[in-house]
């Protein structure tokens, strides 16, 4: 099994990026899959959920309106689009799904 996280930079305040997770060695569309990050110092923390066919999202409040989780089964793959970034959304970025994790992908938001 693997969870592979890309998109992840360096973005000014306001800006956008899109990260995107591949998933390989286990049945994809039968699971949940979950976008958590981990900001320097603190708790890792869930920022997005999506079911297994994408009908059902949540987010955690601080990332509602901003950010969007989606999934393409097809590909295998789950995305988090994220909007009017701020520095706090400043983190290691990690999906996972299935009890597994992916090594995550840095977002530093700074002007």
């Known amino acids: 099994v693997q969870l592979v996280e890309s998109g992840g930079g360096l973005v000014q305040p306001g800006g956008s990026l899109r990260l995107s997770c591949a998933a390989s060695g286990f049945t994809f569309s039968r699971y949940a899959m979950n976008w958590y990050r981990q900001a320097p110092g603190k708790e890792r923390e869930l920022v997005a959920i999506?079911?297994?066919?994408?009908?059902?999202?949540n987010y955690a409040d601080s990332v509602k309106g901003r950010f969007t989780i989606s999934r393409d089964n097809a590909k295998n793959t789950v995305y988090l689009q994220m909007n009017s970034l701020k520095p706090e959304d400043t983190a290691v970025y990690y999906c996972?799904?299935?009890?597994?994790w992916g090594k995550g992908t840095a977002v530093t938001v700074s002007s």
């Open positions: 999506i079911s297994h066919y994408g009908s059902s999202t």
């Open positions: 996972s799904g299935n009890n597994y």
